[in-house]
């Protein structure tokens, strides 16, 4: 857990968008809360914030790269050499003073660098070492994806640092261990590191990889050209070098009659957080949200409140930003807002749709279609998944969501937009297909 005072925190904000007001006998409450964090370091430099150290000590971080080294990445040679070099080209990208450290992962996993279970400081000699020790490399082995989190877990928390953060890159299906192992590995590590994983080519599968990162709070893509791993690697690193505060937890406090319906991240991604809850004392939960540089994301909170008569109001919920201590005490972040209901005849104040609840429902239901669609063209279903399809295109043009709109017209044939009118093609790349289902939950901000 992250231990700081407050001279070393970025500015966080709350900002809260709803329409308040309910019907005669109205109960469910939508808002989007955005919370914003600014004022520290840049993101994608090598500069680091002053705030990020503390007397005598590096940036307050540490970093473990996990490199699939199973047979597979033997197929073609170029991904391994394409795989050493994207790692290279992360470790040039650790600012001095960052903790880390390199895992070639197969059915087990093996330290790399620095090895003995210990981690790297970053210098110009240390990064020269790892690359060096990146040239032994090589691919022969299983994949057992769950072993590769527990050592790289092992060795970021030996670490007296608060930003933890993982790179997994994989090729292959986790063919090597039970899913059960799998999910008993990400429920151990899950709150104690971030982590962004990648699929590169086309053999490894969705589901998987889009898990693991959806656990563990971090990114998910497809690399299917391994000469591009280099330049993701790349970016991917500076964003772990632009987090300054982990640990971040959403509060939300109810009143006594209220329920939470539903807590999800709608920007960038839509990501389910209703069932990751901590309860956080009476009334109040915490839903954890990891780490954070200078960025803005989006929430959707739902929730019922008991019914009252018109002309009544009352606070629905109170949002805040939390930092849970190891000690069981919590640090704010200073920000709230507040989620109102007001019971009102006016049929136009009580029917009237919020913008930017009415854009994210539209965002969530579009990553959802998406996911209904494609597993229905896996499953044969060919007028279920067009249906779905169609819909996909339809909220994909009318939120003004380019990127998918492009990913759908790879595995559809767009006859008209608005009315959802698609057939599906008969034939599809399998890398377009996977990348739309990798990608099918980053949405758009709606345009305030």
């Known amino acids: 857990m992250a231990n700081f005072s407050k001279s070393n925190v970025p500015q966080f904000s709350v900002d809260v968008y709803q329409n308040e007001y309910l019907p005669e006998g109205g109960r469910e409450v939508s808002a989007i809360v955005t919370v914003s964090s600014t004022g520290g370091g840049t993101v994608g430099t090598a500069v680091a914030a002053p705030h990020l150290y503390t007397a005598g000590q590096g940036p307050d971080a540490a970093v473990v790269v996990m490199v699939d080294c199973s047979g597979s990445m033997d197929y073609p040679p170029t991904k391994m050499r394409n795989a050493r070099?994207?790692?290279?080209?992360?470790?040039?990208?650790?600012?001095?003073?960052?903790?880390?450290?390199?895992?070639?992962?197969?059915?087990?996993?093996?330290?790399?660098?620095?090895?003995?279970?210990?981690?790297?400081?970053?210098?110009?000699?240390?990064?020269?070492?790892?690359?060096?020790?990146?040239?032994?490399?090589?691919?022969?082995?299983?994949?057992?994806?769950?072993?590769?989190?527990?050592?790289?877990?092992?060795?970021?928390?030996?670490?007296?640092?608060?930003?933890?953060?993982?790179?997994?890159?994989?090729?292959?299906?986790?063919?090597?261990?039970?899913?059960?192992?799998?999910?008993?590995?990400?429920?151990?590590?899950?709150?104690?590191?971030?982590?962004?994983?990648?699929?590169?080519?086309?053999?490894?599968?969705?589901?998987?990889?889009?898990?693991?990162?959806?656990?563990?709070?971090?990114?998910?893509?497809?690399?299917?050209?391994?000469?591009?791993?280099?330049?993701d690697f790349t970016q991917m690193m500076e964003t772990a070098m632009g987090k300054e505060v982990a640990d971040v937890a959403l509060r939300l406090w109810t009143p006594v009659g209220t329920e939470i319906k539903f807590v999800k991240q709608v920007a960038p991604t839509v990501e389910e957080l209703t069932d990751r809850r901590t309860e956080a004392g009476p009334r109040a939960g915490d839903y954890p949200t990891g780490s954070w540089g200078d960025e803005s994301r989006d929430y959707h909170v739902c929730v019922q409140v008991p019914t009252a008569g018109i002309g009544q109001e009352m606070l629905a919920a109170r949002v805040s930003l939390v930092i849970p201590q190891a000690d069981g005490s919590v640090h704010s972040l200073g920000a709230q807002g507040l989620v109102r209901a007001v019971w009102t005849d006016d049929m136009v104040a009580s029917t009237s749709i919020n913008p930017q609840v009415a854009h994210y429902t539209g965002q969530a239901e579009l990553a959802q279609v998406i996911q209904q669609g494609l597993d229905l063209r896996k499953a044969g279903d060919v007028d279920g998944a067009t249906a779905k399809l169609g819909r996909a295109v339809q909220l994909a043009g009318a939120s003004g969501n380019a990127d998918t709109a492009k990913l759908l017209a790879k595995v559809v044939d767009v006859v008209d937009a608005a009315a959802g009118t698609v057939r599906l093609k008969a034939r599809v790349e399998e890398a377009d297909e996977m990348t739309l289902e990798t990608r099918s939950t980053k949405t758009v901000r709606v345009k305030k």
């Open 85 to 231: 070099d994207a790692t290279s080209a992360a470790i040039d990208t650790l600012r001095d003073g960052v903790h880390f450290a390199v895992i070639g992962g197969t059915h087990v996993a093996k330290e790399v660098y620095p090895g003995n279970g210990r981690l790297a400081v970053a210098d110009s000699a240390t990064r020269g070492q790892a690359k060096q020790a990146l040239r032994k490399l090589s691919s022969g082995g299983g994949t057992a994806i769950g072993t590769w989190l527990r050592l790289a877990d092992r060795l970021l928390s030996s670490a007296d640092v608060s930003i933890r953060h993982g790179i997994l890159l994989t090729d292959g299906r986790n063919e090597h261990e039970s899913p059960e192992d799998l999910r008993a590995a990400l429920a151990s590590c899950a709150g104690r590191f971030t982590c962004d994983a990648r699929g590169v080519g086309t053999d490894w599968e969705v589901k998987e990889v889009t898990g693991i990162a959806s656990a563990l709070l971090g990114t998910s893509d497809i690399v299917a050209d391994p000469a591009a791993l280099a330049a």
